[in-house]
């Protein structure tokens, strides 16, 4: 057997071959189901297209930072399926250390203690392109259309908070969502 690479620990293939059958969104009404595996690769591909429009501060490096951090972010839910985020927030008040590592997999433990901490930048694009693919994905899908106006909103509050400078991107994805 080769020596992997990265020393960093990675998703086994049982993980990564179940990102296409965790379902998200099982909370909330949808015209048509989405997989994780769809989630991870629309949020990639949005992380790489926000950091474009960031010019030169969009380094090779950081869009490769950026594109694994986008890629992987939510694996964990392979063990466990979606969480959604009103309760990872209650969860994060009442775990000892935040919820991805409370309840994720060992792997993903093992790589939080052995991978360096990624540069603010990618995390920003991530959270950006995060709930920019959330509220995208229920503008078009959803069918409950109080939460796909409060989506939209959510992500231009997300995106002034954490990036103003993307706000014109982020409203030119909404538009064409």
């Given at each position: 057997?080769?020596?992997?690479?990265?020393?960093?620990?990675?998703?086994?293939?049982?993980?990564?071959?179940?990102?296409?059958?965790?379902?998200?969104?099982?909370?909330?009404?949808?015209?048509?189901?989405?997989?994780?595996?769809?989630?991870?690769?629309?949020?990639?591909?949005?992380?790489?297209?926000?950091?474009?429009?960031?010019?030169?501060a969009?380094?090779?490096?950081l869009?490769?930072?950026?594109?694994?951090?986008?890629?992987?972010?939510?694996?964990?839910?392979?063990?466990?399926?979606?969480?959604?985020?009103?309760?990872?927030?209650?969860?994060?008040?009442?775990?000892?250390?935040?919820?991805?590592?409370?309840?994720?997999?060992?792997?993903?433990?093992?790589?939080?203690?052995?991978?360096?901490?990624?540069?603010?930048?990618?995390?920003?694009?991530?959270?950006?392109?995060?709930?920019?693919?959330?509220?995208?994905?229920?503008?078009?899908?959803g069918?409950?259309?109080?939460?796909?106006?409060?989506?939209?909103?959510?992500?231009?509050?997300?995106t002034?908070?954490?990036?103003?400078?993307?706000?014109?991107?982020v409203?030119?994805?909404?538009?064409?969502?």
């Amino acid at each position: 057997m080769t020596q992997p690479l990265l020393s960093v620990p990675g998703p086994s293939f049982e993980d990564i071959f179940a990102t296409g059958h965790v379902k998200r969104w099982h909370t909330k009404p949808e015209a048509v189901a989405q997989t994780l595996a769809d989630h991870l690769a629309k949020v990639a591909m949005l992380a790489d297209r926000l950091g474009r429009h960031l010019g030169e501060a969009y380094t090779p490096q950081l869009a490769y930072e950026t594109l694994m951090l986008a890629l992987d972010h939510d694996l964990p839910e392979t063990e466990h399926g979606d969480i959604p985020n009103p309760a990872k927030r209650w969860l994060n008040t009442r775990l000892v250390g935040p919820y991805d590592y409370e309840v994720a997999v060992d792997w993903w433990q093992a790589r939080g203690q052995s991978a360096a901490e990624p540069s603010p930048l990618a995390e920003q694009l991530l959270w950006v392109a995060d709930i920019l693919e959330a509220a995208g994905r229920y503008w078009v899908y959803g069918l409950d259309h109080g939460l796909r106006h409060q989506m939209i909103f959510e992500a231009c509050t997300v995106t002034r908070r954490v990036r103003p400078d993307l706000l014109p991107v982020v409203a030119e994805a909404l538009r064409a969502a």
